[in-house]
């Protein structure tokens, strides 16, 4: 449609926000049924007024001879008499507020890692960024979730003797998988019965030989994918690898492998893992940190409640999309609808809000998370476009910059 519309829905208050935005350069002048009726004295002229009407299912928008009209998701039922708000912010367009008449569909359920892998189950981890098997068939006996990253910190605030467990860390051992807040553990050691599929260069593995890890550079240590040369994880020790959450796909045996967009997937399980870690933890405010220690990006998990409806036609985040190669196709006619991540966030990369991040850096309340530093990046950038893709009212909230990650 030539009017895009953004609908932000909160399940908890089971209200939405519209805002109605021509893509056209003209200007809007509204009419929402049924109450509302607006044609404002125009300051600028001339262009058509827009009529805008409200249904319980479905948005209608009309401008001169043109009449565009979406449907909203199945499930989703608008009460039109509880319009309110109506404003018209220039840049922007028409902003009003409306109660939904019944709780929209419950989110879909999302299976994260700590769920979806079983014992006694064989997977397959694909890199996913290319689809190259890189551990192929492989049945765990234990799968054991790990104490957070600072857990050690923890035991030296609690033991009033010395650390019983300094310098020790925890191997995982043929057949088990150790999951982490952003990593899987697997033991390496016994891979020759993947012969085509070697998990990591071998220099690589020439150097943990010496399990010498003071002489490792940090390079030496990059799990690398054969084939797009894409960073998959580490070598953490003689034996030990780890794979980054956001590098591979873990797939049932049985099940072959469906490529996701990139965007989609980095979105989706950086959303799993603050969901998980703020219901956990109560932990709602988060730095995103590089493989090279470096702070990217600094992340506040505002809701996690919303429903978003956006129309697809000419909004400008999904052309943005192309940017990783990604087609998207709208779940239901011309809109798309998401369960979504509201964020507030900062970059921190050249330097930028470093004393916050400092301070961030130093609060307790704050939970780290490790990605490599180039999917920090990529993260960085799904984020601006998201926020570019947005209102420009809605863009900006306490000098942090706002955004959604899409589940
Ligand atoms: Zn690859």
């Known amino acids: 449609m030539a009017a895009a519309f953004l609908m932000e829905i909160r399940r908890a ?47 209608e928008v009309r401008s001169g001879g043109s009449c565009d009209a979406a449907a909203l998701p199945a499930g989703v039922s608008l009460a039109p008499s509880s319009c309110r708000g109506l404003r018209r912010l220039r840049g922007d367009g028409l902003h009003l507020r409306v109660r939904l008449r019944g709780p929209p569909p419950a989110a879909d359920v999302v299976f994260t890692l700590r769920e979806s892998l079983k014992p006694n189950k064989n997977y397959i981890f694909y890199c996913q960024s290319c689809g190259d098997i890189v551990v192929s068939d492989r049945k765990f006996l234990r799968v ?3 104490p957070s990253e600072n857990w050690s910190d923890l035991v030296e605030d609690w033991c009033c003797h010395p650390d019983p467990f300094a310098k020790r860390t925890l191997h995982p ?72 959450v956001t590098e591979v796909v873990i797939q049932s ?25 703020s219901s956990a933890k109560s932990t709602f405010r988060f730095t995103i940190k590089g493989d090279n220690g470096k702070t990217y990006i600094l992340i506040w998990l505002l809701n996690s409640d919303t429903l978003l409806v956006e129309s697809l036609g ?81 863009r900006c909230m306490n000098s942090f910059q706002v955004a959604f990650l899409k589940m």
């Open 314 to 394: 000419s909004s400008s985040s999904h052309s943005d999309f192309t940017l990783f190669g990604d087609i998207l196709t709208p779940s239901s006619g011309p809109v798309g609808s998401w369960n979504a991540l509201k964020v507030l966030y900062q970059p921190c990369i050249q330097c930028r809000n470093k004393e916050l991040a400092d301070a961030w850096e130093d609060d307790m309340g704050v939970h780290p998370l490790k990605f490599p530093s180039e999917t920090c990046l990529e993260l960085l950038l799904i984020l601006g476009l998201s926020t570019t893709s947005l209102p420009p009212s809605l």
């Open 13 to 59: 208050t089971q209200s939405a926000l519209l805002v109605v935005r021509s893509s056209a350069p003209r200007q809007l002048l509204p009419e929402a049924y049924p109450l509302l009726f607006l044609r404002s004295a125009a300051a600028d002229i001339p262009s058509a007024p827009v009529e805008v009407s409200v249904c319980t299912d479905s948005l």
């Open 173 to 244: 051992q043929h057949g088990d998988c150790f999951l982490g807040d952003t990593f899987l553990l697997l033991d390496s050691r016994n891979e020759s019965h993947v012969p085509e599929s070697p998990v990591c260069c071998s220099d690589a593995a020439h150097c943990v030989s010496q399990s010498d890890s003071n002489l490792k550079s940090k390079e030496d240590t990059r799990v690398i994918c054969k084939r797009c040369k894409t960073m998959l994880g580490e070598t953490v020790s003689s034996g030990t690898i780890k794979y980054y």
């Open 253 to 277: 045996a049985e099940g072959g492998f469906s490529p996701t967009p990139r965007s989609q997937f980095v979105q989706s399980i950086v959303a799993q893992c603050l969901l998980e870690l």
């Open 144 to 146: 054991l979730p790990l």
